[in-house]
């Protein structure tokens, strides 16, 4: 069972004491503040509030977490703890307001507000800033990610391919390359919001354990380099035609790792020697080199690819391979993506010809300040009067913090603006909508969204 009290840096355990006299309500929220990117794909929170904040706080983590907290060196609030047990059940005296999940919304907004419902619990608000800004910044900076590579990938489709094939031109290969089971979970739903192509198992558990789904992604079969090099290097040849023996099916799809020794003469052989299988088969056949230059190596593979399967010329006059495309999992971001599709399409090859494999740069090589996120507190109930607070330093004007209690606005023109809640009537007409819904309530989660409503947000 997780002890939420211990859920927070250590510095938060000093803090209750530090608010000025006859503080009753602290009022925070978390925004992006620019970043990589200009917009954010806001993704995460259900899944923090089922895991973390339905389960009540009992004495017994009180008693716990006293005495990791007072050995460690700082102060503990057992009063204030006790109080919620005693007065509550439990259960926290938070409200917290959010955007819907997948919504795709522009940095420098509004995304998450929270406040205390109990003035004797107006500690808590700041308390909860550590794991609440956690479960919104990473999966929200994976999905932005994985949605600006969609973004990329889809204007080449556009241009030079077929649109509806999308769902599966980035395939999540992250699961190894993260630091936790947990991260593989969320960042791996997070990139399921915009794709369907995944390895990251954790994933699928993920969306349906926290967004009800039935099935997210989806995979194919695939070699990896010992279920190559297993067999020798003499005999590399025999290792591919088994995997298309066993694996190969009609409309179906074979994914066939083929660098081990040498990816140019690979392709020569799967387009002399084991061409007649890989037609036989039925399937398609996804060759996949795994080192070199992205850009160069893929040109180069579907090159000799062209030479022994030929290609078809679609509607946009660029040409297609039959029967073979190439997977580039090795060396995959945004800039790789770019330069990959880039240097294809010079040549007069379809996007539709390759497929991209990501790994540690979608799930791992992300940080808070991708997308500089942050939480702070934008408004106090002091003395029965409401007062802003906000930071403001003379050093770094992006750290600018925003004042007063916030609502985000989604006007009839489809824009966002985030402004004072006591300013929305005053501005807001006819179809602009309130976007903060209410999702948790002293214990209670009130809003559970499907991933499939999820996916809707993201592809409005």
Known sequence: MHNLILNSDSYKYSQWVQYPPKTTVIYSYIESRGGKYDTTVFFGLQAFIKEYMLTPVTMDMIDEAEAIITTHGEPFNREGWEYIVREHGGKLP???KAAPEGLVI???????????????????????????????????????????????????????????????KLHDFGARGVSSLESAGIGGAAHLVNFQGTDTVEALLFARRYYNADMAGFSVPAMEHSTVTSWGRENEVASYRNMVKVN??????????????DIFNACKLWGTELKQDVLDSGATLVVRPDSGDPADIVLKCLKILDQY??????????????????????????ASIRSILYTITL?????????????????????????????????????????????????????????????????KDGTFTTMRDEEVADVCVGSDMRMLDTVYENGVLLRDMTFDEVRANANK
């Open 94 to 96: 938070v409200i917290i």
């Open 347 to 411: 040549a007069g090859y379809s996007a539709d010809n390759v497929v991209f494999g990501q790994g540690g740069a979608l799930l791992q090589i992300v940080n808070r300040d991708d997308q500089k996120f942050a939480m702070k507190c934008s408004a106090a109930l002091v003395n029965g009067t409401w007062v802003d607070v906000f930071k403001d330093p003379i050093t770094d004007k992006g750290k600018r913090s925003k004042k007063g209690k916030l609502e985000l606005i989604q006007h």
């Open 106 to 168: 522009p940095t420098l907004n509004v995304l998450v507000t929270i406040e205390n419902t109990d003035p004797n619990c107006y500690w808590l608000t700041s308390f909860l800033e550590t794991a609440l800004l956690r479960a919104v910044w990473y999966p929200t900076t994976v999905a932005t990610n994985s949605y600006e590579n969609k973004k990329l990938i889809l204007d080449y489709l556009e241009k030079t391919g077929d649109p509806t094939s999308i769902d599966f």
């Open 309 to 334: 399967f030929g290609h078809t010329v679609n509607a946009k006059g660029y040409k297609v391979l039959n029967n073979v495309r190439v997977l580039q999992g090795d060396g995959i971001n945004h």
């Open 248 to 261: 190969g099916k009609p409309g179906g799809i074979v994914s066939a790792v083929s660098d081990s020794y």
